[in-house]
């Protein structure tokens, strides 16, 4: 097996065939970025593919796929608009829309829309040829990805959804009538993947940083973390605190829940923070349990004001609430030397919020109605400069989606000429703010 380590995303995808003795697999994705080196270098192992509700989808890496790419979005949103504009651009790719449905990032997509996604998905890949695997254990590891098998039939590769709960499993009863379904998993793949780079970037983890020495954890206090993920912020709070302070993590994400339980393990961690399920609407726990709660890109996608008063609700008289949020209402900023008009429209954010939750500077008056005193607030940017990560490919394709062809050509030359420079990177905006219960 070759060497995981500063393996790309594409080289880990291809040993992974290799070791399955597939020469081509069906694949399906949601984050068009972890498959676009395999389309657009190695575009012969694809059988089939389907990219599911994407938000995010730069079309330059599958237009080699012709007839072969299936693209599944929802009625409205972004899904919506940026598959319209790939068709555009893909010559012989198929669209199916899901009714009265908008697919935001989040979204449980294969558990409420199985029948249709399954059916889709079978009828196309089910046309297209694609190996069986042969010679290789059931389930197993190869280069950084975790697999499981199951049916029997021609390879289905599924990728990881970013956020969805369930996953692709809703599917897979139907899915595994007509085809081996190869379910992956492990860090370097979809959400895990892009939330591990986001922890790794300087001025994230420094932010992240100001949090807590803003909370200042006190020795023994207990500290609760909503929305916890990967888990990749609350190993860096354990390695940094050590003993001092025990450390709850949920999620209402049972994959993530699992992934981030098998990171702090690997992590040499296992046993410092302990991982549960939790809502952020409806937090499992008695009032004043915590001395800090905290919760990090979460409350745009809930109800913003039931989750912030839980959260002051779970800490005791005097305890901390911290509160981070991705800003909408501020412009991004790309060190790429673009015209004036093309940079105009890269500037304004992904526009991902849920009715009910926050992504703006709202997010201070809503911690003070909750009845937080003491408020410290922090507007704060987060510098990408990693153009080969999971986390700049994943706003990269977002503007990417808006680019026609020529725009797609003067933007790869001015970013070929912030690189050259040393120069490339981003930043985005986030709103911070840490409050006091009385």
């Known amino acids: ?93 198929a669209r199916e829309v899901l009714p009265d449905y908008a697919a935001p990032g989040w979204a449980d997509v294969v558990a409420d829309r199985t029948a249709a996604v399954a059916g889709w998905m079978t009828g196309f890949l089910g046309r297209r040829e694609a190996d069986e695997p042969h010679g290789a254990a059931r389930e197993g590891t190869v280069a950084g990805i975790t697999y499981r098998m199951t049916g029997s039939g ?33 860090p370097h793949l979809g959400g895990v993947a892009a939330l591990e780079d986001r922890a790794k970037a300087p001025t994230y983890a420094a932010m992240f940083r100001t949090l807590i020495d803003v909370m200042d954890p006190q020795p023994g206090e207990a500290i609760l973390d909503v929305g916890c993920g990967a888990g990749s912020l609350d190993r ?59 919760s990090i890109t ?48 890269i500037e304004t954010p992904p526009q991902s919020v849920s009715p009910a939750g926050v992504a703006d500077g709202s997010l201070y008056r809503r911690m003070r109605a909750q009845g937080l005193v003491d408020l410290v607030c922090f507007p704060s940017l987060v510098t990408l400069d990693h153009p080969q990560g999971p986390i700049w490919r994943y706003r990269e394709d977002h503007v990417l989606a808006q680019l026609d062809a020529a725009e797609t050509r003067i933007w790869q030359a001015a970013r070929d000429a912030a690189a050259a420079d040393g120069l490339l990177f981003m930043a985005h905006p986030m709103h911070c703010a840490v409050g006091v219960r009385p």
Do not use: Y
């Open 1 to 93: 097996m070759p060497k995981a380590d500063g393996q790309s995303t594409t080289e880990r995808l291809l040993a992974l065939l290799d070791h399955l003795g597939l020469r081509t697999a069906h694949v399906a994705a949601q984050m068009p970025g972890d498959i676009a080196g395999l389309a657009a270098d190695h575009a012969g192992r694809i059988g089939g593919l389907v990219l599911c509700t994407p938000s995010r989808l730069d079309p330059a890496p599958f237009a080699g796929l012709g007839g072969r790419l299936l693209m599944i979005a929802g009625s409205e949103g972004l899904t919506h608009a940026v598959t319209a504009r790939a068709a555009e651009r893909l010559a012989g790719a």
């Open 154 to 186: 021609p390879a289905l590769v599924l990728l990881p959804f970013f956020l969805a709960p369930s996953q692709w499993d809703p599917a897979i009863p139907a899915l595994a009538e007509r085809f081996t379904v190869i379910v992956l998993g492990g």
């Open 236 to 294: 860096m709070l354990a390695r940094r605190l050590g003993t001092a302070n025990p450390i709850t993590a949920v999620d209402a994400n049972p994959f993530l829940l699992r992934e981030a339980a098998a990171l702090a393990a690997a992590d040499g961690l296992d046993g410092r923070i302990r991982f549960g399920d939790g809502n952020a609407e409806a937090l499992p726990f008695p009032d004043a349990t915590f001395g800090c709660a905290f």
């Open 298 to 345: 979460v409350l745009e996608e809930c109800d913003a004001d039931r989750a912030i008063a839980e959260l002051k609700r779970v800490v005791k008289p005097g305890g901390r609430v911290g509160v981070i949020v991705r800003s909408i209402d501020l412009p991004q900023w790309w060190h790429v030397a673009v015209p004036e008009g093309l940079r105009a429209r």
